[in-house]
């Protein structure tokens, strides 16, 4: 969702990220909690669950949190650190900005979370 934006957008976008570390065993984000951040996994291996039910792992280069900002609807799973997480945060606002305001960004992004909300 982030290979169409324009160069300058992406720098800006790089220039937002926040280091953020997770314990293994502790939880990166839970359902049901208001959606604040999109992150994306540097180092570490998380699980994702929905309910009480796993349905996923998810390693370096992978991402999730989207559906709760592009939805504007509480977190849709919890993400849970299966060994030490090293995550690289955009808060709502900077994520939004960028993706709402490139047509092809915003469409791959809708699919993701369509794909996403089918495989949940």
């Known amino acids: ?19 953020v570390s997770v314990p293994a065993g502790a939880w990166a984000i839970r359902e049901g909690d208001v959606g604040d951040r999109y992150y994306i996994i540097e180092a570490g291996t998380a699980e994702v669950f929905v309910g009480d039910l796993r349905v996923g792992s998810e390693g370096p280069g992978d991402a999730f949190g989207e559906i709760a900002l592009l939805r504007d609807v509480p977190r849709t799973a919890s993400v849970r650190a299966q060994t030490d997480l090293t995550l690289l945060a955009l808060e709502r606002d900077v994520f939004l900005a960028a993706i709402g305001r490139h047509a092809q960004s915003r469409a791959t992004a809708e699919a993701v979370v369509a794909t996403r909300l089918a495989e949940g």
């Open 1 to 19: 969702m982030f290979a169409p934006l324009p160069p300058p957008t992406i720098e800006r976008l790089s220039a937002s990220l926040v280091p």
